[in-house]
């Protein structure tokens, strides 16, 4: 039995990046053996164990062989018979496919380390193919490791997986984990411009087809920058777009909120009061339960504009409740026409004063 630390977390240690977690490939051991010495098995499709003491993930060696569409189409034999070459070989990338001894000692059989040094994002063989995902893995990639650019063997794989329609078999939540990670990452503009170059855009962000994504340095989050992207899209594209990706409600309300309104918002001063009470209350600025700061800060990034007067029109529009019309009596469609007359009133106040 050997165990040896493999995948991302060597991978970030021999680029000096922090380490998050580690995992661990175990080989020559069984199922048995693993739970004997004290390690809780997770794994059902295959053998994962967690560690007795550091909870660390353990899987035994395995080889994969494709027998069906989507993630779940794949048999596995893992074994004492299954050597540590023949787990790194399934592996998506080289840099991915490297393993460490115990002694300290590097195991790298497909050239990762050399692809480290000359920053390359190369497939480690054809069983690339196999998982369609990997398209996306290696946009992300590309886009948490800003120096690194696709090997042009690897680029024309993907090409060819996009033209054949194998991303089509995707299931919508790996695709949505993949891009909310590169959406968190130093460079996510590369994501999307390694996906265009290998013209793998569709079908899951067709409507960003054509679309130069350039995200604005002030947006430095998932959730806002994901509401950066429909900046430059009509209502209904980012509509579209958030529902074949099942994005979680808070990203589709921003990506529609932007679309329907954010011009508005970013021209305000040159607007109507009524159109301007139409776009604040869309994005929650007339209710103290929803916070408007996302979308501001998305409209005021992508158009370079100062929106600090329009966020004093906001909290002032806010403080405005239904106690004082009451107070005079007032319900029903009354009331609601006192406060939406009140609330414009304050519009024309604050764009007058300046």
């Not at 033209?163 to 959406?183: D, F, N, P, S, T």
Request: aromatic letters at 6%.
């Amino acid at each position: 039995m050997e165990i040896y630390l493999v995948g991302g977390a060597l991978r970030d240690e021999l680029l000096g990046r922090p380490v998050k977690e580690r995992d661990w490939v175990v080989v020559g051991s069984t199922p048995e053996e693993m739970r004997r010495l004290g390690y809780r098995q997770v794994g059902r499709d295959f053998p994962v164990f967690l560690h007795p003491e550091t909870a660390e993930e353990h899987a035994l060696a395995r080889t994969e062989r494709k027998t069906g569409p989507g993630h779940t189409g794949f048999v596995c034999h893992a074994g004492p018979d299954v050597t540590l070459e023949d787990d790194l070989r399934r592996r998506d990338l080289t840099i991915n496919a490297m393993a460490r001894r115990g002694d300290g000692g590097l195991v790298d059989p497909f050239g990762g380390r050399r692809d480290l040094q000359g920053r390359v994002l190369r497939h480690v063989s054809d069983a690339f193919v196999e998982d369609p995902l990997r398209v996306f893995r290696v946009a992300r990639f590309a886009a948490q490791l800003p120096g690194f650019e696709v090997a042009p063997e690897t680029l024309a794989l993907m090409s060819r997986m996009a033209r054949e329609g194998a991303l089509a078999e995707l299931a919508a939540e790996r695709v949505w984990q993949e891009l909310h990670k590169a959406l968190g990452a130093d460079a996510p503009e590369r994501f999307f411009r390694v996906l265009a170059q290998a013209s793998a855009m569709a079908p899951w962000l067709m409507e960003l087809c054509g679309v130069e994504v350039v995200f604005p340095h002030a947006l430095t989050d998932p959730h806002t920058r994901y509401g950066a992207l429909a900046w430059n899209l009509p209502p209904e594209a980012a509509a579209d777009l958030s529902r074949r990706l099942k994005a979680p409600n808070r990203f589709r309300y921003l990506a529609e909120q932007v679309a329907t309104h954010g011009r508005t918002l970013a021209e305000w001063q040159a607007q109507s009061p009524e159109q301007v009470l139409e776009a604040i209350s869309a994005i929650g600025g007339t209710v103290t339960q929803r916070d408007p700061e996302p979308a501001l800060a998305v409209v005021e990034a992508c158009a370079g504009c100062d929106l600090s007067g329009l966020r004093r029109v906001v909290d002032r529009v806010r403080s405005i409740g239904s106690e004082g019309f009451r107070d005079r009596g007032l319900s029903g469609k009354a009331l609601g026409e006192a406060i939406r007359a009140a609330r414009l009133e304050r519009i024309r106040s604050v764009r007058a004063s300046g």
